[in-house]
């Protein structure tokens, strides 16, 4: 990525037709664009890495109303110095490998992108205080699927209480998990996050910002430069925030963690990673997911489902689930957890 030119579609060199008139070259749109990677957003200014260097830029108004989100990889152009002050213009958005969004729901009223270019969403919930949620592990992953993440289960305050009941219902599902406690031994999360992008997403309290600060200690700092360009605190901030672990951030760092995504490269050859914090995001809105692909979160149900008639609801009478359930054959929670998930599918596209 260091130092790849962005060059138009329109740069193609045509022949003068016949005679020896030549014709004017079309230039690229943007000869010095530099590729960067979207590390911060704050109302219209977007923090880049560029090489080694983090560069403030804004939107080019070419660029029209489409998103830039925290992950999306860009052509920037103007000052890409980075000194204080300065300020480049986005003029593209790379094409994204993933996209996480959220439908609106009572938290944010607009559909929106979250994230792009993620590789994994970490769904970090406390085993107690706040006590675990199965509902809320349930949306996040169809919206992990959904974006075409793979889904982590961070199950925290081990201290409190054990991990058993959540594992009961999720390990069978092949949902990969770790067990965390701020005092504890954080090496096992810390190698699933090896080689990936990772966003991490949890309910108030669980512990997220601690898991964070511990993974990436200069969080605080990293952070802070953020804010240095717009003033605002991280207690107050809602917008995500992309942090590196484990080997300086720079476009090499990146370039090898594309590799790895791509298979080119093998996870267990790096060290490092980043982390993606959605302080502001406390739930996934699904109203844009099929009820057909909510399915995928719940491998569990889906045989009977396979049973059920083609326009089956699964909320009424005539349903498959019912019979299974009757025989003792599902877990009426996970019943009750995919049905409620379809039932407020509807109530998020009502709004
Ligand atoms: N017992 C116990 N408490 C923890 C653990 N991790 C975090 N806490 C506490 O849980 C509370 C919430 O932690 P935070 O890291 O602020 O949680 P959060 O998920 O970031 O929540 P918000 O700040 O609301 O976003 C704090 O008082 C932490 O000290 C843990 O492993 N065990
Ligand atoms: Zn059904």
Redesign the pocket.
């Known amino acids: 990525m260091r130092d790849s030119r962005y060059i138009d579609e329109d740069d193609v060199r045509v022949r003068a037709r016949g005679g020896s008139r030549p014709r004017t070259r079309k230039r690229p749109k943007h000869e010095n664009a530099q590729l960067g990677f979207v590390t911060g957003v704050d109302r219209g200014r977007y923090r880049c890495l560029v090489g080694d260097r983090s560069v403030v830029a804004m939107k080019a108004r070419e660029l029209g109303r489409g998103s830039i989100v925290v992950g999306d990889v860009v052509a920037l152009v103007g000052d890409l110095s980075g000194r204080p002050g300065t300020l480049a213009r986005v003029v593209r958005v790379e094409e994204r490998t993933s996209v996480l969004r959220r439908t609106a729901d009572d938290t944010d009223p607009v559909e929106r992108v979250i994230v792009a270019n993620a590789d994994q969403l970490v769904i970090?919930v406390a085993l107690a205080?706040p006590a675990p949620q199965p509902r809320f592990v349930d949306r996040c992953l169809v919206a992990a699927y959904d974006a075409g993440l793979e889904p982590l289960l961070c199950l925290?305050?081990?201290?409190?209480a054990p991990p058993d009941p959540l594992v009961e219902i999720y390990a069978p599902l092949g949902l990969r998990w770790v067990v965390?406690?701020?005092?504890?031994d954080l090496s096992e999360l810390r190698s699933r996050l090896t080689g990936r992008i990772s966003v991490f997403v949890?309910?108030?309290?669980?512990?997220?910002?601690?898991?964070v600060n511990l993974l990436v200690p200069e969080a605080q700092r990293a952070v802070g430069r953020v804010n240095a360009v717009t003033g605002r605190g991280r207690h107050t901030s809602t917008s995500a925030v992309a942090l590196p672990f484990g080997a300086p951030p720079d476009a090499e760092s990146l370039e090898r963690l594309r590799a790895a995504r791509e298979g080119a490269l093998d996870r267990s050859e790096l060290d490092h990673g980043w982390i993606i914090d959605t302080?502001g995001v406390r739930s996934f809105g699904l109203a844009h997911v099929a009820p057909d692909d909510l399915v995928v979160a719940f491998p569990d149900l889906a045989e009977a489902i396979d049973e059920c008639a083609h326009h089956c609801s699964h909320l009424d009478g005539g349903c498959a689930l019912d019979d299974w359930l009757a025989a003792g054959r599902l877990r009426a929670d996970r019943v009750a957890s995919f049905r409620r998930l379809l039932l407020s599918r509807e109530g998020d596209a009502e709004r």
Not at 180 to 184: A, E, F, Y
């Open positions: 970090v205080d925290t305050k081990s201290d409190l965390t406690r701020k005092d504890g949890g309910p108030s309290g669980v512990g997220k910002s601690t898991l302080p």
